[in-house]
């Protein structure tokens, strides 16, 4: 199901909640609850990192404890189709992957079944966000 129905369908959220987040807050909630259950549900350790901060430090500090892939939530997400960018730490590369094949992926990777190159084969690779105009 896309993370917009769940919105709708699933989660119900006060109105407060709501207004204070926006549409754009409430969908990274969503994608960031669906993620985590179903990383969960696919045995699949992993820990949010909502800290303050570069993305460059965020994935300093994870490669610096040997955490071998990072998954990250940003504005493409919040995009149809919703996807989110995974990150392999030896090599840096990264690829946009859908949000609901993404346990799926990082479970295949972390247990041997799938090697790098190919995740690397079949989505497509992940360029850096331009930055905004000056």
């Known amino acids: 199901m896309p993370v917009a129905a769940k919105i709708d369908r699933e989660m ?3 109105q407060e909640l709501i207004e204070k987040l926006g549409s754009q807050g409430l969908l990274y909630m969503c994608v960031d609850r669906q993620m985590a259950s179903e990383l969960t549900g696919s045995d699949v350790s992993h820990k949010v990192d909502d800290s303050s901060g570069s993305i460059g430090r965020r994935y300093a500090r994870t490669d ?3 955490i071998p892939y990072g998954i990250t939530i940003d504005f493409d997400t919040l995009k149809e189709p919703h996807t989110v960018t995974l990150r392999e730490r030896d090599s840096m590369a990264q690829v946009r992957i859908p949000v609901n094949e ?3 992926v990082v479970r ?3 247990s ?3 090697l790098w190159t190919e995740i690397e084969a079949k989505y497509p690779k992940f360029e850096q966000q331009e930055s905004s105009a000056k």
Request: hydrophobic letters at 40%; a positive charge.
């Open 12 to 14: 119900r959220y006060p």
């Open 64 to 66: 610096e404890i040997a």
């Open 102 to 104: 993404i346990a799926d």
């Open 112 to 114: 041997g079944k799938s």
């Open 108 to 110: 295949r990777l972390a």
